[in-house]
């Protein structure tokens, strides 16, 4: 996946840091909390009636209950509470922006502490030390009913999951070898550590009745007409796997490459020290890829990491808090800059970028005709995902209704093809957040399963 | 090597002197003729055991000690273990259980003692805890003995629930009336000094006990010992705490959580027409300042202090003076007796309260945090008197329905944030009206 980087020395050659040190910066981010950090926690919540905390989860986790859970020290209850509304609450308890969401409308922001109650930690608490002898829900007598889920990323699991509970046979089919999507792939290291998102998936397919099948890619061998044809009902979690152009000339240049790509090798590898780091590098986007390209090449041991977004630090989608972890790594923000042209040297590889300074006149983005030079080994783009365009090239995919660069679909998450449905970033609208992922598979399950059980009505 | 010049870095009104002024307030005592530089005394328990406990205590400031209750000889034999407690959140202990005995040294040890800690400690309170068999003889042999060691009084140990009952002893003489009136009366009869009578809470009417005492002579009542509890049980091996290998009894409970059972027993005493001027040392969960005035301010002329002594430590009197002596400034109360008893008028029986009073609730609307608890609280389980109504911009916001409103506190009580819900008199125009004249009470009074 990194080829593109071939000409540029490894962690071990650049030699920032020895392998013990490297090893430690890609351990826990926010490491876990003791059992008694996580009783004191717990009892910090007010336990609220109608909650705010509930109100802005968007996978609907009764998270009141599942403190009290973990203050009276029920584990088991704590993470069936959880479970029981987000199949994937390990991840969602690493991954969650917080602090937009729950933390941000904990009303303990408002007493005189000003300190929302950890609940994205004590979520992981109770999902971590969970021991369960077996699978903690039970799936209901077979409907003898057959669905498709295209994408084992936290949409189709959660979907895959929801429609098994609720008696419904599952074959999943995914691209990749391994499941969990983004979270096996596209999570910060350090954000996702011990083999975590293989466990999770391990542990949600004991639920029995999912079939899993790697190196199923739709628009390569497999089309969504058959997979109409052959089952009862249809979903679609495929995920954005695609990233966005510059449109800039020299963007197949060695040295340039898509932040999703280099993130998922970095994911993948044992050894750390034979990543290829480049010693300066430009890292193109303003959203949490962005922050987790710049972060982990300064952790690798890059000696200088520039981000650079066209507009300015409110308008980025990576969370104030995200921003915060970048900074404290070194990383160097550069707002109000666009790429303007990919410099290169005599062999033809990258060596830095040209950007010309950009302004908002009256919402629009206009440059002011000055221009800047970065020089840099690297430049890594995260302006965005769309589509995998052979995905949906099959006569029957093409069909599907669009919203924009996404699938349309209505809110029972089903696309404008009859038992088609979607869910996760691949719709709109999204936030593109697991959580959200993990609801829209969820609720799809319910919408396919009262769909299948209405046309059995009618038949 | 220490070289320091200073054999001692006492000085005036060092906080753990034994001084009885402190920060210009006089907090010296004389209660039933025992005088103590201050209320603050050690309660007969594991803290008042022996000389080398009972001298840090003086050391560290406490006015007084009830030194561990003597028995016959041979002395008791304790089990173990003895010590149980009843955990708040985050591993506060609410409340206190033990099942140990009076003291398991041999007399002569407890007198020699005593003696000598008397002698070193003059101006200290120093009370001996005492409980024998309910003859006549028992009681005359032992309080000579105890009178010569120059203690400064008695306190009659008729409550403890535990072990001594069996033997026919403590709790067993507690909840006999007559038998506290013969004992106290043979106590008056061959001990020249003052004699408390500690009761025991574990009886229907509390001043039963007192009033018995009083008749049989004594000087004073203390109270309350402690309630018969059984704390927890393990689940996993079926057996309560503390566990004595495989069993388990009930204990004696005691710490913050009988403070309030203590506080009534107090005042019933206090409000007694039977007993109106009988001293009272309070005892049970008094943990700060906070709580001793409160004992005082409900008829006690001292206090006994032991759970929070022994979960803390000596140390705690320092706080305890320093905390009561510049309240009792702020309060321009010059001595203990100047507020003790202060608050007995106003503790009445509830047909005397005033039916046309009328408080309401009030949301401080700046102060709130959007919890919901009063809401669901008063929704749930009282008078659904609570709106709950969304701003403009989704905020939460409750209001109180003031018609339905009927001052109970409940929403106050469980409010996270402090003085964010008030309650507020209302003006009724309506006049005093107890229950006693009530038009709508069958059996009133007419006036």
Known sequence: ?459 | MNTTPFNTLSFPGKKNSGDSVVNGVDLSVNFAGIKAPNPFWLASAPPTDKAYNVVRAYEAGWGGVVWKTLGEEPAAVNVSSRYSAHYGKNREVIGFNNIELITDRSLEINLKEITQVKKDWPDRALIVSIMVPCNEEAWAYILPLVEATGADGIELNLGCPHGMPERGMGAAVGQNPDLIEKVTYWCKKHYSKPVIVKLTPNITDIRVGAQAALRGGADAVSLINTINSITSIDLDNMVAKPTVGHQSTHGGYCGSAVKPIALNMVAEIARDPATPTLPISGIGGISTWRDAAEFIALGAGSVQVCTAAMLNGFRIVEEMKDGLSRWMAEKGYDSIEAFSRKAVPHTTDWKHLDINFKTIAHIDQDLCIECGRCYIACEDTSHQSIAKLTEQDGARRYEVIEDECVGCNLCQITCPVENCITMVPQETGKPFLAWDNDPRNPFRVAS
């Open chain 1, 1 to 459: 996946m990194t080829h593109s980087l071939d000409h540029l020395p490894s962690a071990k050659e650049v030699g920032t840091y020895d392998p013990a040190t490297l090893a430690h910066n890609f351990s826990d981010l926010h490491p876990p909390l003791t059992p008694r950090q996580a009783i004191i926690e717990s009892q910090r919540c007010l336990y609220c009636f109608d909650a705010p905390c509930v109100e802005a989860c968007p996978s609907d986790i009764d998270i009141p209950s599942f403190i009290r859970q973990i203050s009276e020290n029920n584990i088991n209850g704590a993470a069936e509470t959880i479970l029981e509304a987000n199949i994937l609450g390990g991840s969602c308890a690493r991954v969650c922006p917080t602090e937009i969401l729950c933390e941000r409308s904990c009303v303990r922001n408002h007493d005189a502490e000003c300190q929302p109650v950890l609940i994205g930690l004590l979520q992981r608490h109770a999902t971590d030390h969970m021991q369960f002898e077996s699978h903690p829900f039970k799936r209901a007598a077979s409907t003898g009913r057959h669905v498709a889920v295209v994408g084992a990323g936290p949409a189709g699991l959660s979907c895959a999951h929801r429609l098994a509970m609720l008696g419904h046979q599952v074959t999943m089919f995914e691209a990749e070898q391994k499941p969990g999507g983004l979270n096996e792939y596209g999570i910060a290291r350090y954000k996702m550590t011990d083999d975590f998102a293989r466990k999770e998936v391990e542990f949600l397919l004991e639920v029995g009745g999912i079939d899993l099948q790697y190196g199923q890619r739709l628009g390569d061998n497999l089309t969504l007409d058959t997979l109409r044809q052959q089952y009862d009902s249809v979903f679609l979690g495929l995920g954005l796997g695609a990233s966005r152009m510059l449109g800039l000339t020299g963007e197949d240049a060695p040295g340039l490459m898509p932040a999703v790509d280099y993130i998922k090798t970095l994911r993948q590898t044992d050894d750390l020290g034979s990543l290829a780091v480049a010693k300066r590098c430009i890292v193109i986007g303003a959203g949490n890829t962005a922050i987790d390209m710049a972060t982990q090449m300064a952790r690798l041991g890059a000696k200088e990491v520039t981000l650079v977004y066209r507009r300015g630090t409110e308008a980025m989608s990576a969370t104030d808090h995200e921003q915060e972890i970048a900074k404290a790594n070194g990383v160097r923000m550069i707002t109000w800059a666009q790429p303007d042209e990919i410099l290169l040297n005599e062999q033809g590889q990258v060596a830095g970028m040209r950007f010309a300074n950009t302004r908002d006149q009256e919402g629009r983005l206009t440059p002011t005709g000055e221009f800047f030079e970065i020089p840099a080994d690297a430049v890594f783009t995260a302006i965005g995902q769309g589509f995998e365009g052979e995905s949906l090239r099959d006569a029957t995919a093409a069909e599907l209704a669009r919203d924009g660069e996404r699938i349309h679909v209505n809110e029972m998450f089903q696309t404008s093809l009859p038992n088609v449905y979607a869910g996760g970033d691949c719709v709109k609208p999204g936030q593109d957040l697991t959580v959200q992922a993990v609801q829209h598979g969820k609720l799809a399950a319910h919408a396919i399963h009262q769909a299948l059980a209405a046309q059995q009505e009618a038949a």
